[in-house]
């Protein structure tokens, strides 16, 4: 059972267009995952509608806005289309296979950097300092105790994730700040999709020695 999830707040910027690239990517992904954020998102995104349609923009400020848009999408790099209708390719790591999220489904071929039992592919998502990586972490292993000068969200793809006394499943929206310190762990092995916006500090142990390298890390 899913028991993290984005707040309303952040669901409703989602639906307005206002969060970062890599927030957007993971808010979607959680919502094909959690038919309840995805059902309050759906009538948020009916409201929102309604509202614009009730509250025209005059003619002469559309035209500079929609030219705006029209220029920023085109900067955007092209990205292979995938259809509701095509079946999901699955990503493939550590000799195990796990389906996507069909906001991830581009990303199924993965350059891992593999550091003892993690391995990172970092996403070609970012946009206000935000930044997007794929996360497996093997059966037992554990990230080394660290709190944030940002902000960090663990989507939970697969697998199970034990952060202090509450263990996540598959699904879990999971936000962390400067505000928390932590060590997660997994018993049965994760994948994960995360973003930050700001490198982590370590603070126990030999792992302080890795702050000297977090911003490659970040």
């Not at 936000?175 to 994760?190: E, K």
Request: aromatic fraction near 6%.
């Amino acid at each position: 059972m899913i028991k993290a999830h984005p707040t309303h707040v952040m669901l409703r910027a989602f639906a307005a267009g206002e969060l970062p690239l890599p927030l957007t990517v993971g808010v979607s992904a959680h919502c094909e995952l959690c038919a309840d954020c995805g059902a309050w998102l759906h009538a948020c995104e009916e409201e929102l509608a309604a509202r614009h349609l009730e509250t025209p923009a005059p003619e002469e400020a559309m035209v500079p806005a929609l030219d705006a848009m029209l220029a920023e999408i085109l900067q955007q790099p092209l990205l292979p289309v995938v259809s509701a209708a095509d079946p999901v390719p699955e990503l493939r790591v550590a000799g195990r296979e796990y389906p996507l999220p069909r906001a991830l489904a581009r990303y199924h071929e993965a350059d891992w950097r593999h550091v003892g039992a993690i391995r990172q592919h970092r996403l070609p998502l970012v946009e206000q300092g935000a930044r997007a990586s794929l996360l497996h972490i093997e059966a037992g292993g554990r990230i080394p105790e660290h709190t944030h000068q940002g902000y960090e969200l663990t989507l939970l793809l697969a697998g199970n994730i034990q952060d202090g006394e509450v263990r996540y499943q598959a699904g879990d929206f999971i936000w962390r700040d400067a505000s928390h310190s932590h060590s997660p762990h997994t018993p049965d092995g994760c994948l994960c999709y995360t973003v930050l916006d700001a490198p982590v500090r370590f603070t126990r142990g030999l792992s302080r020695l890795l702050n000297g390298l977090r911003d490659r890390l970040y």
